[in-house]
C-alpha cells in the first residue's frame, strides 16, 4: 500500500509517493495516514508543526502566539504613516 500526496504533485511522482508507515511528519514523527498534513518544500508536516514554521508558539501557554502578529500590525501602520 502506498500514499500519492496530493498536495506534493507539483514535484516528480517518485517524490510524491510513500509507503503508509512512512508519511509521517518531519518534525515529530506522528503517523499522518489518516490525519490531514502539510507540504512544505519536499517534507511532509503534522497541522501542528507546520503552523509553527509561520508563527511561534507561547511556552507558557502553548497557544500560537499573537504577540508577532501585534507587531506585524504595528509595523504596517507606521509604514502607511510614513508613505
Known amino acids: 500500500m502506498a500514499v500519492v500526496a496530493s498536495k506534493a504533485t507539483s514535484e516528480a511522482a517518485s517524490k510524491s509517493t510513500w ?42 501557554c502553548d497557544e500560537v502566539s499573537s504577540y508577532y502578529v501585534i507587531i506585524i500590525i504595528i509595523i504596517t501602520i507606521l509604514l502607511m504613516h510614513l508613505a
Open 19 to 60: 509507503h503508509a508507515a512512512c508519511f509521517k511528519c518531519c518534525t515529530c514523527q506522528q503517523l499522518l495516514v489518516d490525519l490531514c498534513y502539510c507540504y512544505k518544500a519536499g517534507n511532509v508536516y503534522c497541522e501542528r508543526h507546520y503552523a509553527e514554521l509561520i508563527q511561534p508558539r507561547c511556552r507558557a
